[in-house]
């Protein structure tokens, strides 16, 4: 009994002391500042959990910049009252809505699909999509929603997708994978022989978990792209704490007292925005320099963890066959 309890608040405190932290470091350090980004004009990107939030701001910029932005959500009347937004304010707007739902491993390849039908390139692409402290619940697949939705959902698209982003990139005009993570991964634990937390759950420590997983594929990914002389950067982004529906799942009295805070001390999407689209769009990370965990405009240093070659590794191939990949 002790032992259940105890993995049950352990990771309560771990994340909600290390939410105190990034708090007052946002307080003191204030929000990163988008410098003017070059136009995108011919361009495509792909940006998923686009109709609300940071993943709105990324899509809308980059619209404005002359990219070709798909929203890919679950939400269809969010995703398409976004992309309506998005046209009103710039007429010129290239940006669609395409029904993609990461909690299914059917949708994602159909999504996928129905792209490469097209035959159109993938410049960017941004893992925005996410979902936090939720419940303890299935996918359609069977995996815990935050290791499902956050980690899988993402791995097997940006798998599937892997090829064209190769052969949109060149010399000089990198293709990139910017995966939006978070510094909760920093209480993170993977067991590789319990990758969907059923042992005990705790939504804390599977959404920990979850996103320092994302971390992990990131990385493991950049080096098999540069080990591989592909034109394809992988980095991760930590947006910050910021005023989104991401929160909507707290325990109710905290989501009371953090709906106050967050006004308060939270950043807005559009400020949350700045670092992710830094890394998708700014010159400055081309080629070699691209990769990394950036927060807050710069490449920061992360847990020992995120660096273990062989828990990469480790994780990519449990990953695999948990997808039935080759």
């Not at 136009?39 to 709105?56: C, H, L, P, S």
């Not at 290239?94 to 491993?105: H, I, R």
Request: with cysteine.
């Amino acid at each position: 009994m002790f032992a259940v309890f105890f993995s049950y608040l352990l990771p309560i405190i771990k994340l909600y002391l290390l939410g105190l932290k990034v708090l007052l470091v946002q307080l003191f350090s204030g929000p990163f500042r988008l410098p003017v980004m070059p136009r995108q004009d011919g361009k495509v990107a792909i940006v998923t959990g686009g109709g609300r939030g940071i993943g709105f701001e990324v899509a809308r910029h980059m619209a404005r910049l002359g990219a070709h932005v798909i929203i890919g959500g679950r939400d269809e009347q969010e995703g398409l009252a976004a992309v309506t937004r998005i046209c009103e304010e710039s007429k010129e707007a290239k940006v669609e809505f395409k029904k993609l739902d990461l909690a299914s491993l059917q949708s994602v390849r159909q999504f996928v699909q129905s792209f490469k039908e097209r035959d159109l390139p993938l410049n960017i692409l941004v893992n925005n999509a996410g979902v936090m402290l939720v419940p303890e619940s299935r996918t359609e697949d069977g995996f815990e929603q935050h290791f499902g939705v956050n980690y899988l959902g993402h791995f097997l698209l940006t798998w599937l997708l892997l090829d064209t982003l190769k052969h949109s990139g060149k010399c000089g005009y990198f293709s990139r994978v910017v995966s939006v993570s978070s510094s909760a991964h920093r209480v993170g634990e993977i067991t590789l022989n319990d990758l969907n937390g059923c042992q005990y759950y705790s939504a804390h420590a599977a959404y920990c978990r979850s996103k320092l997983a994302q971390l992990l594929f990131s990385s493991h990914l950049h080096q098999l792209l540069q080990r591989g002389g592909f034109p394809v950067t992988s980095c991760a982004v930590d947006p910050g704490m910021v005023d989104t529906g991401l929160y909507r799942h707290l325990w109710t009295p905290l989501r009371l007292a953090q709906s106050i805070i967050a006004h308060l001390l939270f950043w807005t999407p559009a400020e949350g925005a700045a670092t992710v689209l830094y890394a998708a769009l700014s010159p400055d990370l081309e080629g070699d320099c691209g990769g990394g965990y950036w927060a807050t405009g710069r490449r920061e240093m992360t847990t020992p963890a995120t660096f273990d070659p062989q828990l990469q590794l480790s994780l990519w191939d449990a990953t695999q066959r948990l997808l039935g990949l080759q």
